[in-house]
């Protein structure tokens, strides 16, 4: 059954019928809406439960609601549980009785006919919620009534569950706008030559006729007529967003329907199963622009710090390997639900790029935060598109969107908030570990542009934008060679896109112009672990609109990422014991380290995301050869270069030790004095380890310690707190040294997130911050009696 929804297209049903299949399906059909007639009566039931004591009530002294209260509260109710109740005994021993000749379609003909009642009850629905409102609000007693509704559970008649008078009031709209449904279902499984089938047909019809003859008689308090009798209202798209209100979050589940825009609430489970929208908003799409009155009207994006959502990465991937480590035990509820809001919170403070709309007939203005520009991108396209098509405005009576957004559970195309506690098991996990990839050339552009790429790929369920290459200027066919590493946590999808960069100063006032630049073309692919897991570089093309883009791609799995492996060219620097270096340099600190971070202190103390923006790999790798080499003009190299590379190579030196900073022997106990509760034990502890460090590793990492102190000292500017920096050195300077590598035996499944993987990983920033964070620790160029001093005090 496609999208369709109250304008049931007459002419296009498609009757398809296996005999002998289709009349077995038949008695499914009819088993499931026996079940949910079930239902259906237990809920007309709870509603009348009430109404008996409370028209009693009436007539004494002390009156919780009037004689015309009542009546308008419960208007029809007793009539629709009558119909139904009528039904339901009918039909019952029929399926019970079952053989494939049993006709049941005058009982649904029957019902068709007695739409009359629904009619009665719809017209008066407004004014019955409106009544019943009012009247909890006068009076308490009614309102405690009116929350606390008992059903009793079909299956077993003991059981009740609760739930409320505007709950239940709206069950039989919601029951009649299905009711067709139930008809192309039965239909679909009945044969033509059965004699069921021309009073089925006449029971659609009558059904079909109705629920349109509901449409045609709010007409006049529309504009205009939306669709066109025999038209379908289709869903075109549909995605959780999340819509800025007044300055907060809130998730929301947006619908894009051939004629409308709607933006739902997803309603807060009670019961378990039964989840409901609740709509927010609609913009019919002939008023729907993205054109506003922006300088009336500026928008303020509230940003999130990076620490806050690092903090909420860090707790999803403990979470994570706490819920592998505890398969099967009874605390793993509880740590799924935790993990459940970690990951709700991040979907929700992570996206930071607008995408407005408004509504030209009222002004009203409304703004999403989107974390990937492609999405964006595709939002955009989809509703000019289909603007041109839309001409003729929409407006829906109250009742018509209550219909509509409850038909929006069985239309929506995306049934899950993307967490990972939602994904079913079997799916697949994607991908952990660094993908390399190097963009190099775009080819079909029609005219010379300014062009740059950004790569995306997903993680944690949803896109994020992870690199961004420099503009290629006035060219048809740029050719920008760049290299990037982007880390991949659960990742499926690679997608890139193409912008146009706009130096129009006009324009110039929003955060760094990016709000500007022209979306030439985007594309995606795959990232399949059979094709990338244990091979080398491969190239790709990704096409786009007209235009291509040359890529080639490298997995590197988790295992493998930070492999430290000793050099074969012994008089270089990477890959080098740190104390071979410093003593044929005659140093206390190696050359490239000093070099690095000298340039960096002069440059890139301002530079927003400072060693955690990925430098451009084939800089880093001219400049490690330089270094290797011993370049004499290895600084005016250093001079001309993105300060991202020089961090880049930095970082890279120190990954490459064939040791780490902290030594494979002291690593244990690094690990270990971290854990340590007592503060001044932990204190006393870790200085003490830190000063077993062999001389060159100790002089060292005090040097790179007092710059990186520096560099968070600008945190307002650079955005770079002293957690970030202990999230991106903290491995670099801490992991050991594997003795054998763990090959993995079956290279073509994929590795999913070692057990241990995120504990080592958090041990290690935890380690690298606890030193960032002591604020007695020496300067590089005290002396070693100083530090001994201040531990042993
Ligand atoms: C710059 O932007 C302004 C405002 O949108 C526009 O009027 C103007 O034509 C643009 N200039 C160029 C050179 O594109
Ligand atoms: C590190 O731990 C090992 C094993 O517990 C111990 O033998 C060694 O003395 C420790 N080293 C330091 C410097 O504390």
Redesign the pocket.
């Known amino acids: 059954s496609g999208p369709t929804l109250f304008f049931v297209d007459w002419e296009g049903l498609v009757l398809r019928c296996d005999l002998e299949k289709g009349l077995e399906m038949r008695k499914w059909v009819l088993s499931g809406i026996l079940a949910t007639e079930e239902t259906y009566l237990s809920h007309l039931e709870a509603l009348l439960l009430p109404m008996k004591p409370l028209k009693a009530a009436a007539t004494t002294s002390q009156p919780v609601l009037t004689v015309a209260q009542i009546e308008t509260i419960f208007f029809k109710v007793p009539e629709l549980y009558e119909i139904h109740k009528d039904f339901y005994d009918a039909l019952l021993p029929r399926v019970q009785q079952w053989s494939h000749h049993q006709r049941v379609g005058d009982l649904f003909q029957k019902l068709a006919g007695q739409l009359g009642v629904y009619r009665a009850f719809l017209d008066n629905y407004e004014l019955a919620v409106e009544t019943a409102e009012k009247c909890c609000q006068a009076n308490a007693q009614f309102a405690e009534i009116s929350e606390n509704l008992k059903v009793r559970s079909p299956k077993d008649c003991k059981e009740t569950a609760k739930t409320s008078l505007e709950a239940l009031l709206y069950k039989p709209v919601d029951r009649v706008t299905r009711s067709t449904l139930v008809l192309h279902d039965l239909l679909k499984h009945t044969p033509t030559s059965h004699p069921d089938h021309p009073l089925l047909l006449d029971a659609l019809r009558i059904s079909q006729n109705f629920l349109s003859s509901i449409n045609e008689e709010t007409t006049p308090r529309r504009q205009s007529m939306t669709v066109k009798k025999g038209e379908n209202r289709q869903l075109l798209k549909d995605s959780f967003m999340v819509e800025l209100v007044e300055g907060a979050r809130k998730l929301r589940h947006v619908f894009l329907f051939t004629d409308l825009l709607l933006c739902a609430k997803l309603k807060k489970q009670i019961g378990g199963k039964n989840q409901q929208y609740d709509s927010k908003w609609y913009i019919p799409l002939t008023e729907l622009t993205f054109q506003g009155p922006e300088e009336a009207d500026p928008l303020t994006v509230p940003q999130v710090p990076d620490e806050e959502l690092d903090a909420i990465k860090v707790k999803i991937s403990h979470l994570r390997s706490e819920i592998q480590k505890e398969k099967g035990s009874k605390v793993i509820d509880r740590l799924r639900k935790k993990l459940c809001e970690q990951e709700s919170l991040l979907l929700l403070m992570s996206p930071s790029m607008p995408l407005r709309l408004y509504n030209k007939n009222n002004g009203k203005s409304y703004s999403f935060l989107i974390s990937s520009d492609y999405e964006r991108a595709e939002w955009r396209e989809i509703i000019i598109e289909q603007h041109k098509k839309c001409l003729k405005a929409t407006s829906l009576t109250s009742m018509e969107l209550q219909m509509l957004t409850s038909s929006c559970l069985k239309l929506q195309t995306v049934h899950h908030i993307p967490l990972s506690t939602n994904k079913d098991e079997d799916e697949s996990s994607g991908l952990y570990g660094f993908l390399n990839v190097i963009v190099h050339s775009a080819s079909g552009l029609k005219q010379s542009l300014n062009l740059y790429c950004t790569l995306e790929v997903d993680s944690f369920g949803f896109f994020s934008n992870k690199a961004k290459t420099r503009v290629y200027r006035y060219t048809t066919e740029p050719k920008w060679n760049e290299e990037f590493e982007i880390e991949l946590e659960g990742s499926q999808t690679l997608r890139l896109l193409c912008y146009e960069k706009s130096y129009n100063k006009t324009k110039q006032n929003k955060e760094d112009g990016d709000g500007t630049d022209r979306i030439m073309g985007k594309g995606q692919i795959p990232l399949e672990p059979q094709s990338l897991q244990g091979k080398d570089w491969q190239r790709t093309v990704i096409p786009m609109n007209g235009i291509e883009v040359k890529l080639s791609m490298k997995f590197t799995s988790r295992e493998f990422s930070l492999k430290r492996t000793p050099t074969r060219k012994p008089m270089g620097v990477f890959g080098v014991k740190i104390s071979s270096v410093t003593k044929r340099e005659r140093s206390k600190v190696p050359y490239i380290v000093r070099q690095c971070l000298e340039e960096i202190e002069r440059r890139g103390m301002e530079e927003v995301g400072i060693y955690r923006v990925s430098g451009v790999a084939t800089d880093i790798q001219a400049l490690k050869t330089a270094f290797d080499t011993n370049n004499k003009d290895v600084s005016v190299m250093m001079s001309e270069m993105d300060v991202n590379a020089i961090a880049g190579t930095l970082k890279l030196y120190f990954r490459e030790l064939p040791e780490p900073l902290f030594t494979d ?2 690593y ?2 690094f690990t ?1 004095g971290i854990t340590l509760s007592d503060s001044v034990a932990k204190e006393s ?1 870790m200085l ?2 830190l000063l ?1 460090l062999p001389e060159p590793n100790l002089v060292t990492f005090l040097f790179l310690l007092d710059h990186l102190k520096r560099v968070a000292e600008k945190e307002s500017v650079n955005k770079m707190s002293l957690h970030n920096l202990a999230t991106v050195f903290g491995p670099t300077l801490l992991r050991p040294a594997e003795k054998d590598s763990k090959i993995p035996t079956n290279p073509t499944q994929p590795i999913s997130m070692g057990d241990s993987w995120s504990q080592e990983v958090m041990a290690q920033v935890q380690v690298l911050l606890y030193f960032l964070q002591l604020e007695t620790i020496p300067t590089p160029d005290s002396k070693r009696q100083s530090i001994l001093f201040s531990t042993e005090v």
């Open positions: 022997e002291l244990p106990n270990g502890c003490n380890l077993s």
